[in-house]
C-alpha cells in the first residue's frame, strides 16, 4: 500500500521570503502522478502542481517549484516570495497511474503561516 | 469557482438521523470522487464513481453509501449519523483520458456537524 509522509505541521515564514516543504512518499510503483493541493481557510481544495513520476525535470507553477528526487520517494514543495495569500494548509498526494482508480492518497498536511 | 457543486455547504443534523450530499461534476468529468475531512483522521477516501459504475471503495462505512445517475451527479448518504461522522465531505472530479489524468478538481465541501 501507498503512504504518504509530511513531517511539519507547522511552518512559518517571512512575507517574501522563500519556504520549502517536505513529503516522502512509499510505494512500489514505477509509474504515478504527485500533487500538491492547498487548503485556505476557505476549506476549499486548489490544486497547486503536478509531476509525473516519468519526468525527470521538475515542475514548475509560477512561484511555486517541486524538487521531485525519485530514488529517494521525496517531493517537496518550494515556495518563493511568499505572499500573505499563501498560508494554508498543504497536502502532498499520490496516485498510482493506470490504476484502477485513480484515487488519491494524501498525507497529514502542513499548515504554512505567512507573516507580514 | 471550481466547476464542481456541492449542496449544501451546511448541514447541522441529530444522532441516528439520515442525510444525503450531493454533487455535481464538471462538465465533462466523468468519475467522482468522495472524501471525508475530519481532524483526527486526515482526508480519507470514501468511494469513486465513473460514468454510472462504482469503481473503488476505500473506508466507506456499510452505513454510508452512493450513486451516480446517469447525468454524472452524484449523491452520498449518510445514515445512522454518530457524533464521529461529524466532519468536511468533499466531492471531486476529473477527466481520465488514455489512463492519465490531470488531478482532481474539489468541490468546496460540505460540512456536516452530527449533535
Known amino acids: 500500500a501507498q503512504t504518504v509522509t509530511q513531517s511539519q505541521p507547522e511552518m512559518s515564514v517571512q512575507e517574501a521570503e522563500t519556504v520549502t516543504l517536505s513529503c516522502t512518499y512509499d510505494?512500489?510503483?514505477?509509474?504515478?502522478?504527485l500533487f500538491w493541493y492547498k487548503q485556505p481557510p476557505s476549506r476549499q481544495m486548489i490544486l497547486v502542481i503536478r509531476?509525473?513520476?516519468?519526468?525527470?525535470q521538475n515542475a514548475t507553477e509560477n512561484r511555486f517549484s517541486v524538487n521531485f528526487q525519485k530514488a529517494a520517494k521525496s517531493f517537496s514543495l518550494k515556495i518563493s516570495d511568499s505572499q500573505l495569500g499563501d498560508t494554508a494548509m498543504y497536502f502532498c498526494?499520490?496516485?498510482?497511474?493506470?490504476?484502477?482508480?485513480?484515487?488519491?492518497?494524501f498525507g497529514t498536511g502542513t499548515l504554512l503561516a505567512v507573516q507580514p | 469557482d471550481s466547476g464542481v457543486t456541492q449542496t449544501p455547504k451546511h448541514l447541522i443534523t441529530a444522532t441516528g438521523q439520515r442525510v444525503t450530499l450531493r454533487c455535481s461534476p464538471r462538465?465533462?468529468?466523468?468519475?467522482v470522487y468522495w472524501y471525508q475531512q475530519s481532524l483526527d483522521q486526515g482526508l480519507q477516501f470514501l468511494i469513486q464513481?465513473?460514468?454510472?459504475?462504482?469503481?473503488a471503495k476505500g473506508n466507506i462505512l456499510e452505513r454510508f453509501s452512493a450513486q451516480q445517475f446517469p447525468d454524472l451527479h452524484s449523491e452520498l448518504n449518510l445514515s445512522s449519523l454518530e457524533l464521529g461522522d461529524s466532519a468536511l465531505y468533499f466531492c471531486?472530479?476529473?477527466?481520465?483520458?488514455?489512463?492519465?489524468?490531470?488531478?482532481?478538481?474539489f468541490g468546496s465541501g460540505t460540512r456536516l456537524t452530527v449533535v
Open positions: 471531486a472530479s476529473s477527466v481520465e483520458e488514455a489512463g492519465r489524468t490531470h488531478g482532481y478538481t
Open positions: 510505494t512500489s510503483e514505477n509509474n504515478y502522478y
Open positions: 509531476q509525473e513520476a516519468y519526468k525527470q
Open positions: 498526494a499520490f496516485m498510482k497511474q493506470n490504476g484502477a482508480t485513480n484515487k488519491l492518497i
Open positions: 462538465s465533462g468529468d466523468l468519475s
Open positions: 464513481y465513473y460514468n454510472g459504475e462504482e469503481r
